[in-house]
């Protein structure tokens, strides 16, 4: 399959710690890979160094087929698009949505000025919000609604990898689950390149075509999903499935024989 993303032997420090120790992933064009680890592992670090937020200290990133240099270009930071735990990050309050939306597609030259308003309109559309929303501020909105502004927003410059970054972790279970239904519709109609990150592995379950597991800045375990879940390779896998709760049952191996749907 074609790579969209190749991520070689990245190293990060933060002092005389290591955050990212060698870190090898590929990302094939059009599949979601859904990244695990318990808290501080370094998920966010790698994302952010794949967004280029975070200059890594060795290794590189390939960008269709393209290394990215320590300081990308315009064009390069748009091709990655980050969504965020918290949907504030990336829109401004001061802006209405019709605002934030335009300033991103003209800035990057998506659309000209005679076509950015319908493009706004499709773009809400897509998130599933009506297109009375646009002359409002995001202070109007729930925090789901919100979230799906800033999806509206990440994929306005139409990038070839999103990131997410525990999308859903500050919404309620409700607003959660209709979250990730639009990151599955999306994938679908738009057949996405994702990364998405989350400590809930039943939505990681839900998202991923592929499962990678974080321990101590280093990938431990890549894998396809239903393998990743009937039987993971790894000790720290098996230990991170068996904390779940509510979780189906295991089989000897440590894995999971069938998954219980989700309320
Ligand atoms: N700017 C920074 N300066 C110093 N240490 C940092 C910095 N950013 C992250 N770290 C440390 O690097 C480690 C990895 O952090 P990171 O946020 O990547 O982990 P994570 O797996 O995303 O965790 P969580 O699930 O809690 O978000 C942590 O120990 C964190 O404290």
Not at 38 to 53: D, N, P, Y
Not at 93 to 98: A, Y
Not at 122 to 127: H, M, N, P
Not at 134 to 153: C, M, N, V
């Amino acid at each position: 399959m074609e790579l969209a993303l190749q991520v070689n032997n990245i190293t990060v420090q933060y002092g005389a710690f290591t955050a990212l120790d060698g870190v090898d992933l590929n990302l094939p064009k059009h599949t979601t890979l859904g990244l695990v680890g318990e808290s501080g592992s370094g998920k966010s670090t790698l994302a952010r160094v794949i967004a280029g937020l975070v200059v890594p200290h060795e290794g590189e990133v390939i960008l269709d087929s393209e290394p990215l240099k320590r300081k990308r270009s315009r064009q390069q930071y748009k091709k990655i698009q980050m969504i965020f735990q918290n949907p504030d990050a990336m829109l401004n309050p001061k802006l209405s949505i019709r605002q934030i939306l335009s300033e991103a597609l003209l800035f990057h030259r998506i659309v000209n000025r005679t076509q950015v308003a319908e493009r706004c309109k499709e773009l809400l559309a897509r998130v599933h919000l009506d297109e009375s929303a646009l002359d409002k501020f995001p202070h109007e909105f729930s925090g789901g609604q919100r979230q799906r502004i800033a999806i509206a927003r990440a994929l306005s410059v139409e990038p070839s990898v999103l990131i997410a970054d525990e999308p859903t972790s500050a919404l309620d279970v409700s607003v959660q689950r209709s979250v990730l239904e639009l990151f599955n519709s999306l994938k679908a109609e738009l057949h996405l390149t994702m990364l998405f990150i989350s400590h809930d592995l039943g939505v990681i379950h839900d998202i991923s075509d592929t499962v990678a597991v974080m321990k101590q800045g280093k990938l431990v375990e890549i894998n396809a999903k239903d393998q990743f879940f009937a039987r993971p390779e790894t000790a720290y896998s098996r230990e991170l499935l068996s904390a779940v709760p509510r979780m189906p049952k295991l089989n000897t191996a440590g894995g999971l024989l069938e998954h219980e749907p989700r309320t």
